[in-house]
């Protein structure tokens, strides 16, 4: 059942082809969509460090665009007012290099993770100073290595109105284009994108536009949208995707899709968004597969993405990467998330590292598409 589907779409591509020749052998996800966008996966400590060859190989095999996880957080890379700490970072930035791989930085404005020294600061001058601060020094270390950056993130509530952080309540609604100005400043080749979850949720998909445009109005350099998507087997709809690709792109800025995981499990009835600070109890209702995932969702798992990437690939022009939020199942947060002890099995690859079902329906899909 697994390889089903990629069977059957390299059958097809045979039958179709007149000389054998023209089957070219396809055998990663990099390899695969290489001229539609990147394809990307977000790196956690252990795997910046390459302590697991076997890991190592497949991110360098599978993806050519990649994410830090955490690393890059204020709490970690700024910890104290008066002190960076660039250690893995660099490790990093070197490995992307090495692998010739888009770099993209995450994130540089942030509530959540955030250096317990910014919520001191009361006074608006200081505040942006420290910003400018923070910014212009991380961004200016890689200047011309990092090609993107998150510069602000999650800064909007589900009806599109800011959320509440020490940046809003020292500096007003001002420190949105003060970040993505000083970000310009330091580095004005990089792309600057703003990023969040439930962006397909159109009261937050009209706050996020207003608030590109107003920063836009400005004159100031925005390059991007970063679409989260941790989305479910079913929600948000295709058609909800599609139109917030498309409004988003109308502001004449690029789509990027981030954090890219399919929940798989129940969700807690008051659950919303992507909040990491949300945690519920857990049962066995809660936490339905805890040594495996039955078939039939292997299935719909597997056509979710395909469903997914489809949807991408029509809009290709507007998008210019996809990334998942992990290499593999183990590694996700959603084990962790909303629920503690949970099983997820949210990525294209097993705890294992093995390629599921949902990998081969991506492949078969860019198969079946060179084919007509």
């Keep these: 059942m697994k390889n089903y589907a990629y069977v059957m779409a390299i059958l097809l591509l045979i039958v179709n082809c007149k000389d054998i020749n023209e089957i070219k ?25 390459e302590e697991n060859p076997v890991v190592t190989a497949l991110i360098s095999k599978e993806f050519n665009s990649i994410t830090a996880e955490n690393i890059m957080k204020s709490m970690f890379i700024h910890p104290a007012k008066a002190s960076f700490d660039f250690k893995l970072t660099d490790k990093f930035v070197a490995l992307g290099e090495k692998n010739n791989m888009f770099i993209h930085g995450h994130t540089l404005i942030w509530h959540s993770q955030l250096a317990p020294w910014f919520t001191e600061i009361k006074d608006s001058t200081e505040l942006a ?28 509530n589900e009806d599109g109105t ?33 990023n969040d979850y439930n962006m397909t949720h159109e009261e937050k998909r009209n706050g996020a536009i207003r608030m590109i445009k107003r920063i836009q109005e400005k004159g100031i350099k925005v390059d991007g949208i970063g679409m989260q998507g941790h989305w479910g087997l079913e929600k948000p ?8 690709i498309l409004d988003y792109a ?12 399919i929940n798989v499990l129940p969700s807690p009835w008051d659950l919303v968004g992507a909040d990491v600070n949300q945690n519920f109890e857990s049962s066995k209702k ?8 039955p078939d039939s969702i292997q299935t719909k798992f597997a056509k979710r993405y395909q469903d997914i990437f489809k949807l991408f690939l029509k809009h290709q022009d507007k998008i210019g990467r996809v990334t998942f939020w992990g290499v593999n199942d183990g590694q996700s947060w959603l084990n962790d998330w909303p629920i503690k002890g949970r099983t997820n099995y949210p990525l294209l690859f097993d705890r294992e590292l ?6 081969d329906s991506i492949i078969a899909l860019k198969l079946k598409q060179r084919s007509n």
């Design 162 to 194: 800011l959320r509440k952080t020490v940046f809003l309540d020292v500096l007003g609604e001002d420190y949105l284009p003060m970040a993505f100005k000083f970000a310009f400043e330091a580095d004005a080749n990089t792309e600057l994108y703003y």
């Design 129 to 156: 100073n420290a910003i400018e601060h923070h910014i212009k020094t991380i961004v200016g270390r890689y200047k011309g290595k990092i090609n993107s950056w998150d510069v602000v993130n999650e800064a909007l």
């Design 354 to 359: 093995k390629p599921k079902a949902a990998y």
């Design 286 to 293: 809660m936490n339905p597969y805890p040594e495996n995932l």
């Design 250 to 261: 109308s502001l004449g800025v690029k789509v990027a899709i981030t954090e890219l995981d």
């Design 25 to 49: 052998p396809v055998n990663s996800l990099k390899s695969t969509l290489k001229d539609n966008f990147y394809i990307g996966t977000a790196m956690n400590e252990s795997q910046i460090e």
């Design 237 to 244: 709809s295709i058609e909800d995707i599609e139109k917030s």
